[in-house]
């Protein structure tokens, strides 16, 4: 092998070392973060495969924010406030997720410290994967999907958390009282 083709297996054995590692799983793929030794703190996973992978065969709003993203700043507290109204068995429906490319660890350490919001469910995701899925072009977005995934409702900017109507149509969007 010429010193050409072995420098250029080296810089191609190294790139893949280095990059993140997708695996396939029933026809759908999710990135792990390489290096990533506990899949559950810091992994970042495709917004398909997560959704699928928490919420299958359900109807559920996904609001997507990042720390970085003074809108969604402004936002988290009205999130919070409605989360905390939805019953019970539709909480854990209202997903939301994070596309900031910092580790989970830290964004949860932004929700205590600067958002004062110590208990504030998130998850994280590759930027890219979300905004390819569901062609984000700004942040914070609000999606409403079906139980297959298809978006029903779109807001772009921040939802209008507090409004009882926009309470309702959520409810009735989650099924509640079906």
């Known amino acids: 092998m010429s010193r050409v083709a072995l420098c250029l297996a080296c810089a191609a054995a190294l790139a893949l070392a280095a990059a993140p590692a997708t695996a396939v799983a029933g026809g759908v793929s999710s990135t792990v973060a390489a290096g990533t030794a506990d899949a559950g703190a810091d992994a970042v996973l495709a917004a398909p495969d ?15 924010w990042a720390t970085w993203c003074a809108p969604c700043r402004a936002e988290l507290p009205e999130l919070a406030a409605f989360r905390a109204t939805l019953p ?5 429906r209202l997903v939301v997720v994070s596309v900031d490319t910092r580790p989970l660890a830290e964004v ?14 998130t998850y994280r995701v590759d930027p890219a994967e979300a905004g390819s899925r569901f062609q984000v072009t700004g942040y914070p977005l609000t999606l409403f999907l079906d139980r297959d995934g298809a978006v029903t409702r779109r807001i772009s900017g921040a939802a209008p958390w507090p409004d009882e109507g926009f309470r309702d149509q959520a409810l009735e969007h989650l099924g509640a009282g079906s």
Do not use: N, Q
Not at 50 to 64: F, G, K, S, T, V
Not at 88 to 92: E, F, K, S
């Open 50 to 64: 997560r959704l699928d992978a928490i919420l299958p065969d359900a109807p559920l709003i996904l609001h997507l």
């Open 88 to 92: 019970a068995d539709l909480g854990d």
């Open 108 to 121: 949860r350490r932004f929700l205590e410290g600067d958002m004062d919001l110590p208990d504030f469910e």
